[in-house]
């Protein structure tokens, strides 16, 4: 498991409010919170066609299309 050192910040209820991390743990979760991302994004897209090289530009072409 990932070891994160954190200090947590309470209120005068000594209730939890807030976390604060050391850069280098928030990039290794930012890391694997996008990882998991694509892992997710290329499990949705496992099955779709797959295009050859002109259908691929052709494609691209029409989303600038559309984004202009």
Do not use: C, T
């Amino acid at each position: 498991m990932l070891q994160i050192d954190k200090k947590i910040i309470v209120d005068e209820n000594q209730v939890p409010v807030a976390v604060i991390l050391s850069i280098e743990d928030f990039k290794k979760i930012e890391r694997i919170l996008e990882d998991y991302g694509l892992a997710k994004l290329m499990e949705e897209v496992e099955n779709d066609d797959i295009l050859d090289y002109e259908k691929a530009v052709q494609y691209y072409k029409s989303l600038k299309n559309v984004e202009s």
